[in-house]
């Protein structure tokens, strides 16, 4: 028991030495901060950084892909002939936009047999072949679904990512305000005990001379000093609340410990408190929203999907080009030259459809159940925004009942002290007074934080709190060297 007294008091000494050197700063100030500390904020930032290589891959698949070969082989014909057959071939090939499909081929063959059965047939042949092919898709394919979708998909990937990052984000500043303001209330406490333990001062004094001159009694200074201790037990401890909610603040902010700031308590009333523009800004900055629009996003680009898979493959296919065939003869050289070419029309039909209709259904039923959770999303996105307008109203209405409280009590104390020193009235109504003071000032403290408080989550909800925070940036050159130095740790 005794351990902890001391660490109580340990703790009270650290916050009173720091109070001359505390940091007042406000939630602005804070948040940049703890934005850039957090470990998380750049694991965010990665990830959308790592959706936003998705779009490329996808592109990549219109790119030319070239194929080559290089091939020797040797063997023996029904006469006991050898041949030698020497191969080499190239060709390149894309996929279109239209999806279909351009390729350029190129081979050259040559053979060479070490006996002959006639002066007439060459030896060694060289047969060189160029032609350029095109496949185009009438049904399944046409338009090339997979290069589209994929792109789609990949925007939606994008958004996905971006609004897990706005949540991180809205998420982590929430944290902040409750953080940041539940110190400030701590504090406003901490605020009244001293000005009630002044006030108490004060009067014993006067009570303490009076005592001397025998017009008070001691059961008033008795009185004075058991409300004094009351007083001081209950700002340590708030004290203590206090430091540990500081330190909470730092954690996040990756200050040390000891680190004391100081909240700040003004207000701020230059927000925009027009519903409907507020509601605009409301559903653009809407992490909720964003993941229901990459979600719909999907389940289009599934519905799409699933219908070109269950369309019938029809494909027209044709080829030109030139084939040179070139070998040495008996009776001189040969040289031919010859026009290639060729077209056919391909058809292909699966029998049983069941699975694509099932795919089908599946993506439509997640676009309805996207659509019905984007509803909930925007009636609770009004309704929020609705009570906080009228929560904010009514907070400006009662901060101004409870400063008139506290004029009240005031001029009600005042009134009461000049009859003390009169002798007209004891001292534990003046002490009730001062206790009634107090409370009207706390509880005018009280509610202009919660007035602040609604005011933030109000600048939260339509996004604006981050309007002025500098948010981190990463290029991948910065994810290298951050995984660099965190294999060598």
Known sequence: MKFWKIKGAMFVLLIFQSSVMAEHLNLHQVLQRVVDHYPSIKSAAYQVEKANQENIKVESQLSWLLNSNAGYSRDTSLFGTATDRYNVGGSVNRSLENGGLLGF?????????????????????????????????????AGNTLYAEGLASAEAGELLALSDKLSLYDQLASQVIELYLAAATTQARINSIDKTIERAQRLKEYIQDEFKLGLSEEKDVLQVDARLSINQADKQSLQVAMLK???????????HWENVLLPDTSINRSQNKNYIDLYKQSQAHSPALKQIDARLQLANSAIRSSRDKRKDDLDLVLYVGNEFNQGETSSGDLDESELIGGISLEFNRGLDKSGFDAELRQAHYDRGIALEDKKQILEDLQYDLSSLLAEIKSSEIALIAFKKSVQAEDKKLKEALERYKDGRIETDIIIDFESQLSVAELSYDLQAIELIRRYHQLNLIRGGIWQDIVLPQFTFDDTILSNQKGSNQ
């Open 245 to 255: 909610q500081v330190i909470s603040l730092n954690r996040l902010m990756g200050k």
């Open 105 to 141: 081929n190129a081979n050259i063959s040559r053979e060479d047999a070490t006996d002959t059965f006639g002066p007439t047939i060459p030896n060694p042949t060289t047969k060189t072949r160029l032609d350029v092919n095109y496949r185009h898709k009438f049904e399944k394919g």
